[in-house]
C-alpha cells in the first residue's frame, strides 16, 4: 500500500513539473500569436512592450520595387481631395485614384490621364478588370446596384442586388463578379456572409442567395468591412463589430464554395477602439489600431507607425512597426489598409505633402548622406502646381521582415 502511495504521488509530482515547465514564457509576456484550428489569434501587452518590440522595416523587404509616377497636370485629370483619404487602385494597366467625395480619375501606368468614372455618390469599392477595360464600383450609401464603366468613362452595365446592401466589397474571378457583405444575425449571435454572384458578360444573378431575415427587415444592419485582396484568389474580409456588450473584430477568409465567412485572424487587446486587421501576405497581418505606443518607447518611430502592429503568424511574434522606405531616402511609411491593396503599395500624394515629408526627412540628425542625395534629387524633381503623385510598388509574395 505505502508504495502504491509512492508511486502515485511520483506521478503526481512528474505531471506538475510537465505542465510548468511546458509553459510558454512568451505568454506570460503578452506579444504572441497561438493559433487553434486554423484560427490565429494575436495577444499584445502595451505593458509588457520593450525596445525588442519594436522593428523599423525597409520598404524594399514588403516590395519588389518602388517608383514615383507623376499624374497628368489638366484640369480634368487634376485630382484635389478635401477628405485626405485617398484610394488607390493599381494594375497592370492602370491607376485609379479615389476618395469618399471624388469621382474616380483613372490612368495609365505612366501617369496619362484617362477617363472620370461614376459621379460623386460616395464610392466604397472598385475593382479594374485589366483585360477587358472595365471597371466596377459600389456605393457606400445603400443601394441595390453595382455599376460597370469601361476605360473611357462610360456607364457599360449595371448588377442588381435582391435587396439593398450596405458596405459592400467586390472580387472578380475570371468572368464572375462576387459582391459581399457582413450581416449580424441577431438570432443565431454570429456574423454571416452573403454573397451575391454575377455573370459580367450578361448581369445575370447566378446564384440566388438571400440574406438573412433580419437583414431584409432591417437594411441598416449590413457590417462596415475592409478587403485588401492583397492574395491571389483569396476573398478577405474584415468585420469591425461593436456592440453593447462586446467586440467583435476579426479578419475572414469568405469560402466562395459554400458562402460561409471562415475567422481567420483576431486580436487581444485592451483599451483600443476600431481595429483594422488585412493580410500584407497570407502569413503576415498588419493591425491598425487606435491606441499610440508609448512615449517612452516611440522616440525611434514616425508619426504613421505609432499606431501599426505586425503579426508574424510563421514566427508566431507581434510587433510595433515602423517602415520607411529606403527607396526614397527612408521617409516614412504610413501601412494603413488604403495603402496596401489588390497586390501594390500605392500611395497618392499631394506635392506639397511629398516636400513636407522630405524636408522633415532632410532635417533629420540621422539622415545619411546617401539619403540626402537621393532626397534632394527627388525634391528637384517636384512640381508645386502639379496634379498629385503616386508611389507605387508591387508586392513581395514572400517575406523576410526580421
Request: charged share 25%; with cysteine; glycine share 4%.
Amino acid at each position: 500500500m505505502k508504495s502504491i502511495n509512492f508511486y502515485f504521488l511520483l506521478a503526481v509530482i512528474l505531471c506538475l513539473f510537465s505542465v510548468f515547465s511546458c509553459k510558454n514564457p512568451s505568454v506570460k509576456e503578452g506579444n504572441f500569436v497561438s493559433e487553434n484550428n486554423g484560427m490565429y489569434t494575436a495577444s499584445f501587452s502595451f505593458d509588457d512592450m520593450k525596445e525588442s518590440d519594436i522593428k523599423v522595416i525597409p520598404l524594399s523587404s514588403l516590395v519588389e520595387d518602388c517608383f514615383l509616377v507623376q499624374l497628368e497636370t489638366t484640369r480634368e485629370a487634376f485630382y484635389n481631395s478635401t477628405t485626405g483619404f485617398e484610394r488607390v487602385t493599381v494594375t497592370e494597366k492602370y491607376i485609379g485614384v479615389s476618395s469618399p467625395r471624388e469621382t474616380i480619375k483613372l490612368f495609365d501606368r505612366s501617369g496619362r490621364f484617362l477617363s472620370s468614372i461614376g459621379n460623386r455618390n460616395s464610392l466604397l469599392d472598385e475593382i479594374i478588370d485589366d483585360e477587358n477595360g472595365i471597371i466596377y464600383t459600389s456605393p457606400i450609401l445603400v443601394s441595390d446596384k453595382i455599376l460597370a464603366y469601361n476605360d473611357t468613362g462610360h456607364f457599360v452595365g449595371e448588377f442588381v442586388t435582391p435587396h439593398s446592401i450596405n458596405y459592400p466589397k467586390l472580387f472578380l474571378s475570371d468572368d464572375v463578379l462576387m459582391v459581399a457583405i457582413a450581416t449580424d444575425n441577431l438570432l443565431s449571435n454570429a456574423i454571416e456572409a452573403t454573397v451575391y454572384r454575377f455573370d459580367v458578360n450578361t448581369g445575370d444573378l447566378l446564384e440566388n442567395i438571400f440574406p438573412p431575415t433580419h437583414l431584409v427587415e432591417h437594411e441598416f444592419k449590413n457590417l462596415p468591412a475592409v478587403s485588401t485582396r492583397n492574395i491571389p484568389g483569396l476573398f478577405d474580409f474584415m468585420i469591425h463589430t461593436p456592440t453593447n456588450n462586446e467586440r467583435r473584430d476579426t479578419l475572414y477568409h469568405i469560402d466562395l464554395k459554400n458562402n460561409v465567412l471562415k475567422p481567420f485572424f483576431t486580436m487581444k487587446y485592451e483599451n483600443i477602439h476600431n481595429p483594422f486587421f488585412y493580410h500584407l501576405t497570407k502569413d503576415i497581418i498588419i493591425a491598425q489600431t487606435s491606441k499610440m505606443i508609448p512615449a517612452e518607447l516611440g522616440s525611434q518611430l514616425t508619426p504613421d507607425s505609432k499606431n501599426i502592429v505586425v503579426a508574424d503568424l510563421k514566427s508566431k511574434r507581434v510587433f510595433w512597426a515602423n517602415v520607411v522606405n529606403d527607396f526614397y531616402g527612408n521617409i516614412p511609411v504610413d501601412l494603413r489598409s488604403s495603402f496596401f491593396r489588390n497586390g501594390y503599395y500605392a500611395r497618392s500624394i499631394r506635392p506639397e505633402a511629398l516636400i513636407k515629408l522630405i524636408e522633415e526627412r532632410l532635417a533629420d540628425s540621422n539622415c545619411s548622406e546617401e539619403d540626402k542625395q537621393i532626397l534632394n534629387k527627388t525634391l528637384a524633381t517636384i512640381n508645386k502646381e502639379s496634379n498629385n503623385l503616386v508611389f507605387i510598388g508591387k508586392l513581395k509574395s514572400e517575406m523576410k521582415l526580421w
